[in-house]
């Protein structure tokens, strides 16, 4: 019977198993916006949002882990899976409260499938799977950077169009790639070593910077970055990565050398640790470095999108927590306006891992049909462009 009912609703149905065929039905039929609540646990923060199909954050909630990791100096993998599994029904809740809604009203549930932390993903989609099975709601994996690089788009559609070319830069991430499309994207460039955010991340420990509290969006890059803002950058001159002859023109990044280069610096006689202003100049000298050497690798890449592969791209996107920092982001402005191309970023608050970025993910995949079974596990180790070779089909027609 389901296939007299048009191939979107055979689609849902077959994803959802329980769902009522009317049910489904008064789903695609509705000219209200879809309303998806999105679980983000990948990392060490808890989140949730409920989102709207014409981009309006309806409700979210966020359980940072600062606190508990901070002691450790990082992320402690079995300490952060503990706080998901107290935090993802608090967050839930909270977010469908901020809505005003129930899960009854929702049209999907979208949860992060990967790659992340296994242990922090496992809570999340158990309880995502769980909670879209026992109430018959379509289901959605989400791709942990693919969440990333559509978050722009988010009550933007008409501006940030495909392709585009996107640079995301995390804690865990630092890549280059070609959205061609929801599901298909070409990696460009990606770190040979260290992600930005890890480097930023593991200066910061080296100077013995604070962190600053995370629900204030702060963290350990967050408080490095505001202890540049007092230095000068040109005090302990930095090398640029992947500078010489044999390695200038390669699309990749690399960060393990700059990291290094401060590590021998604090051995040196020329930098105090104890005072605030060496600390500062370094703090200062490194995020140059890394900003510019973003910079460079970001204009190889839209160079090769054009001239190797073709694809003229419409605009560039800048995603992930790194993205947040205001000397990345005017080194990248700059590329931009250079390139005569549109910047296009998240808000910073909506840079680092939130909820929203997974429900929006959620509606541009359920926009196309691209649904989950209940069965699904996490995926640890997940290349975004893997995306596309998974058995997903786009739909032709749309929500």
């Not at 029904?89 to 049209?107: H, I, N, S, T, Y």
Request: glycine content about 10%.
């Amino acid at each position: 019977m389901a296939a007299t009912l048009g191939p979107r609703l055979s689609q849902l149905l077959a994803a959802t198993g329980r769902q009522t065929k009317a049910a489904v039905a008064r789903r695609l039929m509705s000219t209200r916006a879809i309303r998806v609540l999105g679980i983000e646990t990948s990392f060490d923060d808890t989140a949730a949002a409920v989102v709207s199909s014409d981009g309006q954050i309806l409700g979210e909630s966020r359980r940072p882990q600062h606190a508990v990791h901070e002691q450790h100096g990082g992320t402690m993998p079995g300490l952060a899976a503990n706080e998901h599994l107290k935090h993802v029904p608090l967050v839930v809740r909270g977010a469908l409260e901020a809505a005003g809604v129930g899960v009854g009203d929702l049209d999907a549930v979208a949860v992060t499938r990967g790659p992340g932390l296994p242990s922090s993903l496992a809570v999340g989609v158990a309880a995502g799977k769980t909670l879209a099975a026992a109430h018959g709601l379509p289901l959605v994996g989400v791709h942990h950077m693919e969440a990333h690089a559509l978050m722009a788009r988010m009550g933007a559609t008409d501006q940030v169009r495909f392709p585009y070319l996107c640079l995301l830069i995390s804690g865990g991430h630092t890549m280059t790639l070609i959205a061609h499309a929801v599901n298909e994207y070409t990696l460009v460039g990606a770190t040979r070593d260290d992600s930005v955010g890890e480097a930023f991340d593991k200066v910061a420990r080296e100077l013995r910077v604070p962190w600053i509290d995370a629900r204030e969006g702060g963290g350990a890059g967050a408080a490095l970055e505001a202890l540049a803002q007092e230095g000068d950058p040109q005090r302990f001159p930095m090398p640029m990565p992947m500078s010489k002859h044999d390695t200038a023109k390669l699309l990749d990044f690399s960060f393990a050398g700059l990291k290094a280069h401060v590590r021998r610096l604090g051995d040196s006689a020329a930098f105090d640790a104890t005072s605030r202003t060496d600390c500062a100049d370094v703090a200062a000298a490194f995020q140059l470095t890394a900003a510019l050497h973003l910079r460079k690798k970001t204009a190889l890449a839209l160079a090769h999108a054009r001239s190797t592969l073709g694809v003229r791209v419409k605009c560039l996107v800048v995603s992930g927590g790194v993205a947040c920092n205001k000397t990345v982001r005017a080194q990248l402005q700059s590329l931009a306006s250079d390139s005569r191309l549109p910047l296009a970023c998240p808000p910073p608050r909506l840079c680092a891992d939130n909820g929203v970025m997974i429900a929006w993910a959620g509606i541009e995949r359920l926009r196309l049909g691209l649904l989950d079974p209940y069965t699904i596990d996490f995926i640890q180790k997940w290349p975004l462009d893997d995306l596309k070779r998974m058995g997903y089909v786009s739909r032709t027609t749309s929500f």
